[in-house]
């Protein structure tokens, strides 16, 4: 394997360890997750620009003389930077960088994990069609070879483009499928906390709009005055964001796990 090989190699492998890493936000933290992000976005950029001209060929013969193969991995990829673009411009709007007001910041946050969610499933399809080349720019990048003497290089040449094993093969996919896995069963459980967040919300709202009715209509309007001026002496509300999991900002902290930050919530 060259050297311009073994770069995309390993920017390959960094480009999906990052990847997976954001999905468990749990251990890296916001900061980080958003540095990852920015990051990641790069490298994708240069991997774009470093095959630019297999993407040029193929764009201008899509529909005319190319190989179907060539189109389904066309069609991949472009999935894939669709996805990537999508990720990132959401998640550059919900960073705490930005510090945007959203009206609807679950519905953006919905967005950011639905789509790394599908663009990783595409990931995942990308990877199994090639496999095979993945195995052997792993075996370039970990493999390392003592200097031969020159009437050996050939000897050396030829054995570098032996063919994958199987145990080469399950072992790299094994490994890539894992934490694969692993990131959409944890992106999965995010969207599933966020929605029930968001019904758990809408359910308090609705049961503290019946609960003022019915109090209204009990109390005198004097006795109703004095006690919303006693409840409001006593609320304190550190964070007027109110945000839902995984939270908007480093202070978010969920003690009685009902999916909102305790410093939104009245005490």
């Not at 005319?64 to 930077?81: E, F, H, N």
Request: hydrophobic share 45%.
């Amino acid at each position: 394997m060259n050297t311009k090989q073994k770069t995309r190699g390993w920017v390959d492998a960094v480009l999906f360890a990052g990847f997976i890493a954001t999905f468990f936000l749990d251990l890296t933290g916001v900061e980080l997750h958003q540095w990852i992000g920015v990051f990641g976005g790069t490298l994708a950029l240069y991997h774009l620009l470093s095959h630019w001209d297999w993407v040029s060929a193929v764009t201008q013969r899509f529909f005319g003389r190319t190989s179907g193969k060539a189109r389904q991995y066309y069609a991949i990829d472009v999935a894939m930077l669709i996805g990537f673009a999508v990720i990132t411009v959401t998640g550059l709007i919900i960073s705490s960088w930005l510090n945007l007001t959203l009206t609807h910041y679950t519905a953006w946050l919905t967005v950011h994990i639905t789509a790394s969610i599908l663009t990783l499933l595409v990931l995942v399809l990308k990877l199994a069609l090639h496999g095979r080349w993945i195995v052997s720019a792993a075996r370039g990048v970990f493999t390392h070879r003592a200097p031969q003497p020159a009437h050996l290089a050939a000897v050396a040449v030829r054995a570098s483009g032996r063919p994958i094993n199987r145990r080469e093969f399950l072992e790299v996919m094994g490994v890539a499928g894992a934490a694969s896995l692993l990131a959409l069963i944890q992106g999965a459980d995010s969207l599933k906390a966020l929605s029930g967040g968001v019904a758990q919300a809408a359910s308090q709202d609705a049961s503290q709009t019946g609960a003022g009715t019915a109090s209204t209509s009990s109390q005198s309007a004097s006795s109703s005055t004095s006690a919303n001026s006693s409840a409001a002496s006593t609320c304190s509300v550190q964070c007027s964001r109110g945000c839902s999991y995984p939270g908007r900002c480093r202070r978010y902290v969920d003690s009685n796990n009902n999916n909102y930050c305790d410093l939104g919530e009245c005490a």
